[in-house]
């Protein structure tokens, strides 16, 4: 039975009800980013779940619903390194630097506050619960696919959770070192026959000074792992040289500004990773300490950016670090990254605030959540304003939220009708989060840090 119409039976409809995507698909108008550059009075045209055409100058299907969102319409954020169950919890802010995660990881403080509820919620099944949650927050953050899910053991067509082999060919590994060699054999051969598009790996998560991270580099070196389609996470105890090698052999960088700063009082050297060309995209690691999500790791990361002289990014080149750069970097350049006719029409739709004279780069850099007009995920609104949702047809049971002080309509029951719990909502899940979290003292983060 279609899902919708289990959800229709089992009396769910008490939300608003909005329409099921038109078959005439829909055509955006606003100042796109393309490939190309910056387009002033754009039309972005999907149908079905693909981008048709972006543009100045594009054919409008006739039967095609024309939305007319006088906004930035960016590509879907795409969001390499995360942890998507450990969203629901709030802030974690330590009050001393560490030298490595080796040490944060064994505190008392850490165990109590995080991961000893952690591993008791996920004891207690709420897992799948807990990583829709997170998935929820990563499109109020502009993301339209992720990694650091449960590789679909409870997938619910929300982002698509990219380290899925069979689908996206990525392989996530938070411990890479400690794999044995049974099991890193055949992600090696699978890398060199491009069966595999990319092994996404934490290395070298300490301070500066850390000596251990640093070492984690000649260790990966020593398991072969220094292959193209790698690339490594954190990497903050790097030096010039590591990065020279890496680019020698097409191995990347995911950058995770704020929880680096946050836990170690210092960062990546990505002023030597693009001296030395290494690919470099941006990630928030986790919300406890990074960012809430993908918009706010942007504006985190443009903010570190203007306090560096010379300003190492221009926000186009940030911008790209989120979209264009980790499609690269997991093989769907084909596929993600880019509104131009052929990809998935994942998308975003920012409300410009601010001066005229900045561009729709610094828009998207610079945006909160409370901006997110519009996240469109293979051609469904699946979150936004609640005007434009309105416009894109009124049929599926929609749910409203409020993210920082602005109204939002979200359609949890995801992508293409695809629930794996018919009777799931929003508020429910919410509900079992925050029963669950008290229990062990905690709250249920927030969706967003609303410039707190
Ligand atoms: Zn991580």
Redesign the pocket.
């Known amino acids: 039975m279609p899902n919708l119409i289990r959800l229709l039976m089992l009396g769910l409809c008490t939300s608003p009800l909005l329409a099921q995507s038109p078959s005439g698909g829909f055509a955006l108008r606003g100042t796109l980013i393309t490939p190309g550059g910056i387009v002033e009075n754009g039309t972005v045209v999907i149908q079905q779940n693909k981008i048709t055409a972006a543009g100045a100058k594009v054919k409008v299907p006739a039967n095609a619903t024309v939305i007319d969102t006088h906004g930035v319409i960016a590509p879907g954020l795409i969001d390499l ?1 995360n ?1 998507l169950t450990y969203n629901v919890f709030p802030r974690w802010r330590p009050i001393e630097e560490f030298g490595s995660r080796y040490d944060w990881q064994q505190k008392p403080i850490y165990q109590a506050l995080i991961e000893s509820p952690h591993a008791a919620m996920v004891a207690d099944g709420l897992e799948c619960e807990m990583e829709r949650y997170a998935e929820l927050k990563a499109i109020s953050e502009g993301e339209t696919a992720a990694v650091g899910s449960l590789a679909n053991a409870c997938s619910m067509g929300l982002v698509h959770n990219l380290d899925t082999e069979d689908e996206w060919h990525v392989a996530y590994n ?1 411990f890479p070192l400690q794999m044995t060699e049974t099991e890193l054999t055949p992600i090696r051969q699978k890398l060199a026959n491009h069966q595999l598009h990319a092994f996404l790996i ?1 290395l070298s998560e300490g301070g500066h000074e850390d000596a251990s991270a640093a070492r984690e580099f000649d260790m990966l070196k020593g398991r072969g792992l220094l292959v193209p389609g790698v690339s490594l ?2 990497g903050v105890a790097l030096q010039p040289a590591n990065y020279v090698e890496m680019a020698a052999h097409n191995v990347n960088l995911i950058w995770s500004p704020r929880s680096n700063l946050e836990l170690y009082g210092s960062t990546a050297d990505v002023a030597s990773a693009k001296n030395a060309h290494v690919k470099i995209a941006l990630s928030p ?2 919300s406890p300490t990074g960012s809430a999500g993908l918009l706010g790791e942007l504006n985190y990361a443009a903010a570190w950016n203007d306090t560096q002289t010379p300003h190492l990014f221009t926000d186009r080149e940030l911008v790209a670090m989120a979209t264009s750069v980790p499609a690269d970097l997991i093989g769907a350049s084909d596929r993600l990254g880019a509104l131009e006719a052929g990809r998935e029409a994942d998308l975003l739709v920012i409300k410009p605030e601010g001066e005229a004279k900045h561009d729709a780069y610094w828009t998207v850099t610079h945006a909160t959540a409370a901006q997110v007009m519009l996240v469109m995920v293979s051609g469904e609104p699946l979150y936004g304003d609640p005007d434009v949702l309105e416009k894109t047809g009124p049929s599926r049971p929609s749910e409203k939220i409020e993210v920082c002080g602005s109204s939002k309509t979200l359609l949890f029951t995801g992508l293409h009708g695809q629930v794996d719990a018919a009777d799931e909502t929003w508020a429910h899940s919410v509900s079992i989060l925050q029963t669950a979290l008290r229990h062990y003292g905690r709250d249920l983060a927030p969706l967003a840090e609303c410039g707190q």
């Open positions: 390194h942890h938070v934490h996470i954190h690691d986790w």
